[in-house]
């Protein structure tokens, strides 16, 4: 109790999901409880169908939770609608998929500057930060190309940097290297691990690569919908 | 947020240049097609009906046989006597012209066709409201000598003449040559077939001079214009009971002529022109409908990838109003290009068809506005629908959507 307790971003209990309703009803996650405090780099982990992407879904209010709480920085998430959350992904959360989700046909730097074009941004200071993380993703090369002109490994790095062009407090991460080989992997990683330690972004990474998450300080493993276990390391 | 929406609609749009272009191509067909079809319809209706008031508004037709049609064989033609007679006795005839036409081959220099002959007397120019050109009318005196002379219509002039002054020119008409001495101004064409394909010759000149000795001196026509005022179908009943007497009709034959009267006329060739119009208007709107359902196909076959979109748009933060706007701005922009490229198609269309098929053009604002309103209402609809189903959903669902 003598040092000070860090300050919890991330705080849920009870939380649980369930898909459709009646007999077909499936529960996806079973009675959650979890806090992530700022600064972390947590790796979820657990076998396929153990609820870690639906957690993380719900963590990252692209999802909403059937019942318990969730605070995001002392903000009562589950009370939000639909605006609300979108307005608190837009200022503080940002995202990065398996499947790279970026716009079809449109450059790299157009779709950096999405999130800023919703934040209202003028367009030179749109290009300037968009170009800022483009190079610290290191693709200062690659601002016209688009999606299909692009690898696994670049695309997901143009994803990154559309993710942190925001300056997003938490970073999700959904199998961001399933996509990718194991050399770009480990480049992506890298990359997360820096964004963590340089900038102090909260990273949440779900995998079942045991090499991604020995990347993350913190490893909680969900097993059929309940915390199987939650380690730190030193 | 609205100009925003502009900036990211107008990007978007840039971007799926295939997709833009086959949702503006079915509103722009849609859109010319209907105006095409309604504005030359209408354009004809216009041109039958300048052409009735052109015959005159009480103008009373006699022929031989029943109905429209050319008299069958076996049915008498009428005598110069029956015009006179008819003109004496009925109460309510101004003037009465008796008309024998025939088909003719007509010569000038080395250019022959064959044009319709029409011989009468002088009253008959102004009961059909004919004008000059140039020149002037034959007159009663032509009529009493068979002087060789011949007015032309518009139609003769171009073929023959190829625009020269045809005044005092000589032209081969049948078996005799006449003088060119009036030129009548054009009254169009369309419904009733061309009136200025003829030649109108004094009656004697057709009998004596044009037709041979062997034919027939018989009138196929006559042409009465009624006093102002007339009653129509009395005047009708009138001749009719006079003509059965001088032909010895019983009272259970059916009557050999008739008579038509310029409303029986107008009223024939305005259901006619009516039935065109509603039957245009049908294509049309089958064609509209076409294009609709090219918008909608092509609206559809993208949700997958536009619901992907959506749940990309959702996911860094996009509002849900922000994603419609977007949505509505794109359908908004794409349906009102491919309606004004439309209209200006159709006006293009219609100016050249109307020359082409000669009626007049006449632009009406009220079928534009309709086509454009209708094909923008379906491409804004199958544009936005969509969008506004995906955009209610949870970001995952959207992203995850098959």
Redesign the interface.
């Known amino acids: 109790m003598s040092a000070p307790a860090p300050t919890a971003l991330i705080e849920v209990r009870g939380l649980t999901k369930t898909y459709g309703a009646g007999g077909a009803a499936f529960q996806a996650l079973k009675g959650i409880d979890l806090t992530i405090n700022r600064g972390e780099f947590v790796a979820i982990i657990g076998p396929s169908g153990s609820g870690k992407s639906t957690l993380m ?1 719900v963590l990252g209010c ?3 939770p059937t019942t318990g709480t969730y605070h995001y920085q002392g903000i009562a998430v589950e009370a939000l609608n ?2 609300e959350r ?2 608190l ?3 503080a ?1 940002g ?1 990065i ?1 398996q499947g790279f ?6 450059s790299a730097l ?1 779709n950096v500057e ?2 800023l ?4 941004l003028p367009r030179r200071e749109r290009r300037a930060k968009a170009l800022a993380a483009l190079t610290s993703v290191g693709l200062p090369t690659k601002l016209r190309s688009t999606p299909g002109e692009l690898s696994g490994g670049q695309q997901q790095r143009v994803a990154i940097a ?1 993710a942190i062009v ?1 300056e997003p407090s938490t970073l999700f991460a959904d199998e961001p290297t399933g996509n990718l080989d194991s050399v770009t992997t480990r480049e992506v990683m890298a990359l997360l691990t820096r964004l963590n330690l340089d900038r102090g972004i909260t990273v949440l990474v779900v995998t079942h690569n045991d090499e991604v998450a020995a990347c993350a300080r913190r490893t909680v493993l969900i097993k059929d919908g309940l915390i199987g276990s939650d380690v730190r390391r030193a | 947020m609205i100009w925003n929406a502009f900036a990211i609609a107008l990007r978007e749009i840039a971007r799926n240049l295939t997709r833009a272009f086959l949702t503006v191509l079915g509103i722009f067909i849609g859109v010319a097609a209907i105006i095409t079809m309604v504005t030359l319809g209408q354009g004809a209706t216009i041109a039958v009906k300048a052409q009735i008031s052109n015959l005159g508004s009480n103008l009373i037709l006699l022929r031989p046989g029943v109905g429209f049609r050319s008299a069958s064989a076996g049915v008498p033609d009428f005598s110069e006597q029956d015009a006179e007679i008819i003109g004496e006795q009925i109460a309510g005839v101004a003037a009465i012209a008796p008309v024998r036409s025939a088909s003719m081959s007509t010569i000038y220099l080395h250019t022959a066709r064959t044009t319709p002959v029409i011989g009468t007397t002088p009253v008959y120019f102004d009961i059909n409201r004919w004008v000059l050109a140039a020149g002037r009318f034959f007159t009663p005196a032509d009529l009493r000598s068979g002087g060789a002379v011949c007015v032309i219509g518009e139609t003769v002039h171009r073929e023959l003449f190829e625009g020269a002054n045809p005044i005092g020119a000589k032209i081969r008409i049948g078996k005799a040559t006449c003088e060119v001495i009036g030129l009548l101004k054009g009254k169009g064409q369309a419904g009733m077939g061309d009136q200025d394909d003829a030649i109108i010759v004094p009656l004697s000149t057709l009998q004596r001079r044009l037709a041979g000795k062997a034919s027939s001196h018989d009138i196929t026509q006559i042409v009465i214009s009624g006093k102002d005022g007339m009653d129509g179908d009395a005047v009708i009943a009138d001749i009719t009971l006079l003509m059965r007497q001088r032909r010895n009709l019983q009272g259970n034959e059916d009557s050999n002529f008739s008579l038509f009267d310029t409303r029986q006329i107008a009223d024939a060739l305005g259901s006619t022109t009516q039935l065109m119009t509603t039957l245009l208007a049908a294509v049309a709107g089958v064609s509209l409908l076409v294009g609709g359902i090219g918008i909608m196909n092509i609206m559809l076959v993208s949700v997958t990838e536009r619901t992907r979109e959506i749940g990309i748009r959702l996911a860094i933060g996009a509002l849900g109003g922000e994603v419609l706007l977007q949505f509505l701005v794109e359908a908004v922009t794409l349906s009102c290009i491919g309606g004004l490229l439309g209209i200006l198609l159709a006006l293009g269309l219609c100016a050249g068809l109307a020359r082409l098929i000669h009626v007049p053009f006449n632009f009406n604002p009220q079928i534009n506005v309709i086509a454009f309103l209708f094909s923008a209402a379906v491409g804004i609809v199958f544009g936005y629908a969509p969008a506004r189903r995906a955009a209610r959903l949870n970001p995952i669902d959207a992203l995850r959507h098959e």
């Open positions: 879904n692209l999802d909403v639909n605006d979108s307005l992904r837009r200022y959360l995202f998929f989700n970026l716009l079809a046909r449109t157009d999405l999130p074009l919703y934040r209202g559309r925001t």
